[in-house]
């Protein structure tokens, strides 16, 4: 029986961050990196989305025994989408339980915001074209929305590292790109190294 309410025996990352905020692709290289196992969660289930993020964790915590997990979105991811695209969630209060799980087992989120939201939406805008999982707009409320929860919530907790992608980031040399992304892995692990070691 897994304990959801201990530290995991490997660490569990959650990647968090709108659309186009270089998320997955940091997640990705982070599982790379660490030969752990990468869980991408969207949108299922949307009348028991309490329920699908919850068995999410619970499997992170059993893929956790053995090996670090790599979330890429999680529960705020619904809650901001939801509030962006359809009215609002209905199961808030059940996403704030599984926030005080990954608390206890030592989850560490990395909130991917970019700071020049002029660049951002460049970047946005360009995927928009390439990728039809898109949404064609709303992104500038979305933008403001996951700004707003770091600033008012996330950005406070000591279990949050902060991700930039256009702060040294070179897209167009694939060398400096995966310097680039070994340091930012770096720092996360030390990060979420130091914050685990607060936890019994």
């Not at 996403?95 to 970019?114: D, K, R, S």
């Not at 167009?172 to 340091?183: H, I, S």
């Amino acid at each position: 029986m897994i304990d959801l309410f201990a530290k995991s025996e490997y660490p569990i990352f959650v990647f968090e961050g709108p659309d186009g905020a270089g998320k997955t692709t940091l997640a990705k290289h982070l599982a790379k990196v660490l030969g752990g196992k990468y869980m991408h969660l969207t949108y299922r289930f949307k009348d028991k989305m309490h329920l699908y993020h919850g068995a999410a964790i619970r499997q992170a915590a059993r893929y956790a025994q053995h090996q670090p997990v790599i979330i890429d979105r999680w529960w705020p991811s619904e809650i901001l989408y939801a509030e962006c695209y359809r009215g609002g969630s209905k199961f808030i209060k059940h996403f704030f339980m599984l926030e005080h799980q990954a608390t206890m087992m030592g989850v560490t989120y990395v909130w991917c915001i970019p700071e020049d939201k002029d660049r951002y939406f460049e970047n946005i805008n360009a995927l928009k074209d390439n990728r039809e999982e898109l949404f064609q707009d709303g992104y500038d409320r979305l933008y403001n929305l996951y700004s707003e929860f770091f600033k008012q919530y996330a950005g406070h907790r000591e279990n949050v590292a902060h991700y930039d992608m256009f702060k040294n980031y070179v897209p167009d040399n694939d060398v400096a790109r995966d310097l680039t992304f070994d340091y930012i892995c770096q720092n996360i692990l030390e990060f979420a190294e130091d914050y685990r070691s607060t936890i019994p």
